[in-house]
């Protein structure tokens, strides 16, 4: 910058006196540089989340506009990580390979036979429900030889115990679980035909927890000071 600084005449020049000086003088002052404060651009939109689901991640940045000098406030973060996609993943059911065919409900004439398959993993926030566990199939259809009337070839059906009970197949939400039983004595002739060989329960009827899910962030806005710290939100 530059000051001034005046004097006055006390006693004017006569005769051949010396003439007056100059009256005012200039001079430099505060010349070492000014503060210059750090200026940052705005934020940038979010960047993509590292996750889909179960807790990921993302960035957003911003640059230096004005690089500051002489003094002046410093830069903060040009960057700012916050959590995203927080709600748990889908889990999909996953089942066994197939089991053997069991035996056949009848000797001749026409039966069935049963094979299963077992939950491995249940489903779970949504995710895909199992394929079926159990299939059945004809078998023995060729004709039975004529029975005797008095009965002597006949024979009842007769079954192992119940298996335990299945894996559920759903974690929560009301799923369903199955237990099932093998031939052990096929019918032959007019003897009693075998019961069901597979029973269904219903399991885990609790609620699904629900997640909170919530939106992206919004832009920030005005601060609510121009220097000095302001905040905004």
């Known amino acids: 910058g530059d000051h001034v600084r005046s004097r006055t005449v006390v ?40 996750a889909s689901c ?46 053997d065919w069991q035996g056949c409900t009848a000797a001749c004439g026409g039966g069935t036979q049963l094979r299963v ?25 060729e004709t039975c030889p004529e029975c005797p009337a008095d009965g002597s070839l006949d024979q009842d059906c007769t079954l192992l115990p119940w298996s335990d009970w299945d894996q559920c197949d759903m974690v929560c939400g009301s799923g369903e679980r199955l237990r099932y039983r093998t031939v052990e004595t096929p019918k032959r002739c007019s003897g009693a035909p075998c019961a069901p060989l597979v029973e269904t329960g219903v399991c885990n009827t609790e609620p699904c927890a629900v997640h909170c899910q919530v939106s992206a962030w919004s832009a920030w806005s005005t601060c609510s000071s121009t220097c000095g710290g302001g905040t905004h939100e």
């Open 11 to 50: 006693v004017q020049q006569e005769c051949n006196g010396a003439a007056c000086p100059p009256m005012g003088e200039h001079s430099a002052c505060n010349t070492h540089c000014c503060p210059s404060n750090c200026q940052l651009s705005g934020w940038s939109p979010w960047g993509e989340c590292t």
């Open 117 to 141: 398959r077992h939950v491995t993993a249940a489903t779970n926030n949504g995710g895909s429900s199992c394929p079926a566990l159990y299939e059945e199939r004809s078998c023995n259809a």
């Open 54 to 99: 179960d807790g990921g991640s993302h960035t957003h940045t911003r640059s230096i506009v004005v690089q500051p000098g002489c003094g002046g406030l410093a830069c903060t973060a040009l960057s700012e990580t916050a959590s995203c996609n927080d709600a748990p993943c889908p889990l999909d059911c996953e089942v066994s390979s197939w089991l």
